[in-house]
């Protein structure tokens, strides 16, 4: 389907022994350690850092055979593919309030916000978190393998949740199997863009990532239609048969670029080493922390100000159609004025936007203004962070680096989500949101505080020190 004689996983087709020395020498050129892809855009260097696996080289013709120019039209098909499994992997997720707002108000009314959070945290913290193993597993087993594995466990998980009548089945099903099964499909999907494309990265990552959000929106919409008409059982049913018939067609055209290198472990514990890789990660980790609060709470914030649960599904589709702009725009940006410098301004405008509008809404009109500009802006992060990876790591490890960080943002999820329930539960008394808003708030400010660090930092390897540069 769509393969060219002699294409394999690894690659796509037969280049001529010219073009490929010229490409290979092309994407090392055009590859910086500090943070841009064009030594004309990132100034002189006046320190670097190695890459992991620096010693090893495509020297053999099998792994040449398998290299195809960035930025080229083909690179646009794994990419299109990652955005259709996007849709599949977080936009049930961005719109499980949905079904949140209906256990929480409806099928489990008397159960704690902690207890039904568990559900809506578990399928993100495990797609996360347990992509430090399926990102190494991309990278030694082939992106199919990895994301076929995926396809079969989401759709047992849709489909055992559809049989469950207690949350703690709920959790084991609809969260736990889900996020292992997420997982799976997450960490080819993350690593295909920034593998095609140099010159338009961020743009390529962003509308990659911009499935998610596309995902959000009309399974926000088919998922409270098919509860008021067919029940959560049934959608549950039809969500897994969906995911089953799409993406094993688009993990069909997941192909890499770079071949895999030897490795000597599964994972790459060198990106330790590197002050660029915690920087990230505990940026990740924080931001995750508070990003979802207004995902998982609108919906009952709406009914609490004399809304519906209709109304409460309307603003995740607001939410999740500014999304879809927003993650293209970052990406466009983000090439444009520097990755770190678009993360930075993001970040400290929707902590900006979130508190004031969301404490001060004393009526359902203020949440809708305030859904349209968090996600035109708060998603930024997750188009721009691969980019940041993909300029300081070898391409063929990406998926391994962007596991190992993800990690973290699993632990933020997890560690968020769960102490955002038990606030909403103990000091706002589900009557009200202050508290939550305010932990929401400060942890994704001090993610704005860790970018900002590591803009310092990327900075300082360079000679150019002028404060307004593109980094």
């Given at each position: ?124 913290s495990l797609m996360l978190g347990c992509s430090i193993l399926t990102g190494a597993m ?334």
């Amino acid at each position: 389907m769509l393969r060219a004689a002699g294409t394999t996983e690894r690659g796509v087709g037969p280049i001529p022994v010219n073009t490929r020395i010229n490409i290979l020498h092309k994407d090392m050129a055009s590859v910086s350690f500090a943070g841009d892809t064009k030594a004309s855009e990132r100034g002189s260097i006046h320190k670097t850092e190695p890459l992991c696996d620096e010693n090893v080289k495509l020297t053999s013709s099998e792994e040449r055979d398998n290299v195809r120019p960035a930025d080229g039209l083909f690179g646009w098909i794994p990419t299109l593919a990652a955005m259709v499994n996007y849709m599949f992997i977080f936009g049930v997720s961005n719109s499980y309030g949905v079904f949140s707002t209906y256990y929480l108000n409806v099928k489990f009314a008397g159960t704690s916000a902690t207890t039904l959070a568990w559900i809506g945290t578990l399928v993100t913290s495990l797609m996360l978190g347990c992509s430090i193993l399926t990102g190494a597993m991309s990278d030694k087993l082939g992106y199919r393998v990895t994301a076929y594995t995926g396809t079969v466990i989401c759709t047992l998980a849709y489909i055992l949740a559809s049989f469950c009548k207690e949350v703690w089945q709920l959790i084991l099903t609809q969260g736990v199997l889900l996020g292992i099964g997420a997982s799976f499909l997450y960490s080819p999907s993350v690593s295909i863009p920034a593998q095609w494309f140099i010159k338009n990265r961020g743009l390529a990552t962003g509308i990659a990532v911009a499935g998610s959000s596309i995902g959000g929106l009309w399974f926000t919409a088919a998922i409270q239609a098919m509860i008021d008409s067919l029940g959560a059982e049934w959608a549950l049913r039809i969500l897994g048969i969906l995911t089953f018939s799409v993406t094993s067609l688009t993990n069909s055209l997941y192909y890499r670029r770079v071949p895999a290198k030897p490795r000597k472990s599964l994972f790459e514990f060198c990106a330790a080493k590197r002050l660029i890789f915690w920087l990230v990660s505990v940026e990740t980790c924080t931001i995750y922390t508070g990003y979802w609060a207004l995902t998982f709470y609108v919906g009952t914030n709406a009914k609490h100000l004399g809304g519906t649960l209709r109304d409460g599904s309307n603003l995740l589709l607001v939410l999740n159609a500014g999304s879809v702009v927003g993650r293209v725009m970052a990406g466009v940006i983000a090439d444009r004025f520097g990755c770190i410098n678009t993360l930075l301004i993001s970040i400290m405008l929707t902590v900006v936007i979130e508190m004031p509008l969301w404490m001060t809404a004393k009526t359902i009109t203020p949440l809708y203004v305030l859904c349209a500009l968090y996600g035109l802006i708060s998603p930024s992060f997750i188009s721009i962070n691969p980019v940041i990876i993909g300029r300081h790591f070898d391409m063929d490890v990406l998926a391994s680096i962007m596991g190992m960080t993800n990690l973290f943002g699993g632990l933020g999820v997890l560690a968020g989500n769960l102490a955002q329930g038990a606030i909403f539960d103990k000091y706002d008394k589900r009557e009200q949101f202050t508290n939550t808003i305010i932990f929401s708030g400060m942890f994704i400010l001090f993610a704005g505080i860790v970018t900002f660090v590591m803009r310092v930092h990327v900075q300082r390897q360079r000679t150019d020190r002028r404060f307004f540069q593109r980094i």
